[in-house]
C-alpha cells in the first residue's frame, strides 16, 4: 500500500513545527516525519562567519534533490538515512537519522510547497499561517534558546534575507495548499487532520 504524503508549509516561526510535532506525538512511530531544515546543503569549505551571511531561506539553499530521492524511497518501503543539521553551527551535522517508511510521512518546512515535484509527490497540502510580528517574536524566542543564537544576528538573519524571501517564495505558496491553518495551535484543525490520519491508518487496503 503506497503512503499517504503530507507537506506541512508555513513561514518561519508560523507554528508548522508545533503542528507537525503535535501530530507526531499524537500518532508516534505510526508515522514518519521528514524535515526540509535537515537538507540544507553543506558548506565545509566555507568559514563560519562566511555561513552566517549566507541566504538560508531562498530554494536553492537547500538539496531537494536528496530529499526527493529520499521520498521517493520512502514511497517503495524503503528506510532512509536523512541528514541532520547544525543550526548553531549553520552546517549540516555529522549525525544521520534513519527513517523508516510508514502508511503516513510528512514533510515539514518552510519552502516544501515550493518545488513541483515535491507538490506532486503530496496526497495533502497544509499551510501554517500566523502575522508577521508574531512570527517573528517567535523565531527570536526559538532561536536564541534552542539555537544558541544571538538577538542580534537573529534581526540582521531575519531583515536581509528571511523577510525579504518570505514574501518572494514562501507567501505564494499558500495558494497551493489544500488546507490554510491559522497558527499551528489552531486546536479545531488539528483535531480535523488527526481524524484524517486516522482514518487513513484505520485503512486495511
Same mark, same amino acid.
Given at each position: 500500500?503506497?503512503?499517504?504524503? !503530507?507537506?506541512?508549509?508555513?513561514? *518561519?516561526?508560523?507554528?508548522?513545527?508545533?503542528?507537525?510535532?503535535?501530530?507526531?506525538?499524537? &500518532?508516534? =512511530?505510526?508515522?514518519?516525519?521528514?524535515?526540509?531544515?535537515? #537538507? #540544507?546543503?553543506?558548506? =565545509?569549505?566555507?568559514? &563560519?562567519?562566511?555561513?552566517? /551571511? $549566507?541566504? #538560508? =531561506?531562498?530554494?536553492?539553499?537547500?538539496?531537494?534533490?536528496?530529499?526527493?530521492?529520499? %521520498?521517493? /524511497? $520512502?514511497?517503495?518501503?524503503?528506510?532512509?538515512?536523512?541528514?541532520?543539521?547544525?543550526?548553531?553551527?549553520?552546517?549540516?551535522? @555529522?549525525?544521520?537519522?534513519?527513517?523508516?517508511?510508514?502508511?503516513? %510521512? %510528512?514533510?515539514?518546512?518552510? $519552502?516544501?510547497?515550493?518545488?513541483?515535484? $515535491?507538490?506532486?509527490?503530496?496526497?495533502?497540502?497544509?499551510?501554517?499561517?500566523?502575522?508577521?510580528? +508574531?512570527?517573528?517574536?517567535?523565531?527570536?524566542?526559538?532561536?536564541?534558546?534552542?539555537?544558541?543564537? +544571538?538577538?542580534?544576528?537573529?534581526?540582521?538573519?531575519?531583515? *536581509?534575507?528571511?523577510?525579504?524571501?518570505?514574501?518572494? #517564495?514562501? +507567501?505564494?505558496?499558500?495558494?497551493?495548499?489544500? !488546507?490554510?491553518?491559522?497558527?499551528?495551535?489552531?486546536?479545531?484543525? /488539528?483535531?480535523?487532520?488527526?481524524?484524517?490520519? @486516522?482514518?487513513?491508518?484505520?485503512?486495511?487496503?
Amino acid at each position: 500500500m503506497k503512503p499517504v504524503i !503530507i507537506g506541512i508549509a508555513g513561514g *518561519t516561526g508560523s507554528g508548522k513545527s508545533t503542528f507537525t510535532n503535535r501530530l507526531k506525538k499524537a &500518532f508516534g =512511530d505510526n508515522i514518519s516525519v521528514i524535515y526540509h531544515d535537515s #537538507y #540544507y546543503k553543506a558548506h =565545509d569549505d566555507m568559514s &563560519f562567519e562566511e555561513r552566517k /551571511l $549566507l541566504n #538560508y =531561506d531562498h530554494p536553492d539553499a537547500f538539496d531537494t534533490e536528496l530529499m526527493l530521492s529520499h %521520498i521517493a /524511497l $520512502l514511497k517503495e518501503g524503503h528506510a532512509v538515512v536523512a541528514p541532520t543539521y547544525d543550526f548553531a553551527n549553520h552546517n549540516r551535522a @555529522q549525525e544521520t537519522v534513519l527513517i523508516e517508511p510508514r502508511r503516513v %510521512i %510528512i514533510i515539514e518546512g518552510i $519552502l516544501t510547497l515550493y518545488d513541483k515535484r $515535491l507538490r506532486d509527490m503530496m496526497d495533502i497540502k497544509i499551510f501554517v499561517d500566523a502575522d508577521a510580528d +508574531e512570527r517573528i517574536l517567535r523565531r527570536v524566542i526559538r532561536d536564541t534558546k534552542e539555537r544558541g543564537r +544571538e538577538v542580534q544576528n537573529i534581526v540582521d538573519q531575519y531583515l *536581509t534575507t528571511v523577510k525579504p524571501m518570505h514574501y518572494l #517564495y514562501v +507567501e505564494p505558496t499558500k495558494r497551493l495548499a489544500d !488546507i490554510v491553518v491559522n497558527s499551528g495551535k489552531n486546536p479545531v484543525a /488539528l483535531e480535523i487532520i488527526k481524524n484524517t490520519i @486516522q482514518s487513513i491508518l484505520d485503512k486495511k487496503v
